[in-house]
């Protein structure tokens, strides 16, 4: 089957973005300073189930950010498998899925987890739960986006309701890359990913 989305395009997203970016706001909203050539930057995306929506903002951040973060995902009641439609989709855009499992938000909040720099809740449920203390006191945001995995009717309905969610997480994601974190305060910052969380809002809910 043709691709879907081109992988190159993703990649623009973050072509000019200089290779060595000294981050002085982190010790602001990560309680440290790194340099993002050095340290990549974790990112966890969060929801209920973790199959479809976290896992596929996970495997799309990791293909598109060329090392300067490292994402993650995790449920706070995980399904324990991920929705075979996702897979599907992240395979037809030539994306990599080895190794992705459905697991639950704790092992991100014990001891030796990745201390965290933001979490990204993508469904509504996980943004109203308390979540657990995460390590690194990240910066966090709700970028909520419509369960594909909730959607009835024939299979070409559902590929279409992840095609609707993978696109929106994909803009959100561009936009997240492509921000000058060297010079945003933490104010800023957070109004920033905010913003980027209420993109696509319409044309993800149609």
Do not use: Y
């Not at 089957?1 to 981050?23: E, F, G, K, Q, Y």
């Not at 300073?33 to 209920?48: G, H, I, K």
């Not at 720099?117 to 709700?142: K, L, R, S, Y």
């Not at 993978?166 to 997240?176: H, K």
């Amino acid at each position: 089957a043709a691709n879907i989305l081109s992988l190159p395009s993703l990649r623009d997203a973050t072509a000019d973005m200089p290779a060595s970016v000294h981050v002085k706001t982190a010790s602001a909203c990560c309680s440290r300073e790194r340099d993002v050539s050095q340290q990549p930057m974790n990112v966890l995306f969060l929801c209920t189930g973790n199959s479809a929506r976290s896992i596929m903002s996970e495997v799309m951040i990791n293909a598109m950010a060329k090392g300067r973060f490292i994402a993650h995902s995790a449920g706070s009641m995980p399904t324990g498998t991920v929705n075979p439609l996702a897979i599907e989709l992240l395979q037809k855009n030539r994306l990599p899925t080895e190794g992705l499992r459905s697991k639950s938000w704790d092992e991100f909040a014990a001891a030796g987890a990745p201390p965290l720099d933001f979490v990204f809740t993508v469904c509504d449920n996980a943004a109203g739960e308390v979540c657990p203390m995460w390590p690194g006191q990240p910066v966090t945001a709700h970028w909520g986006v419509e369960d594909p995995a909730a959607i009835e009717g024939s299979d070409e309905d559902k590929r279409k309701a992840f095609f609707r969610a993978f696109t929106t997480l994909q803009r959100r994601i561009e936009l997240f890359l492509s921000l000058p974190l060297a010079k945003l305060d933490k104010l800023s910052l957070q109004q920033r990913l905010n913003e980027i969380g209420r993109s696509g809002a319409t044309q993800s809910a149609a």
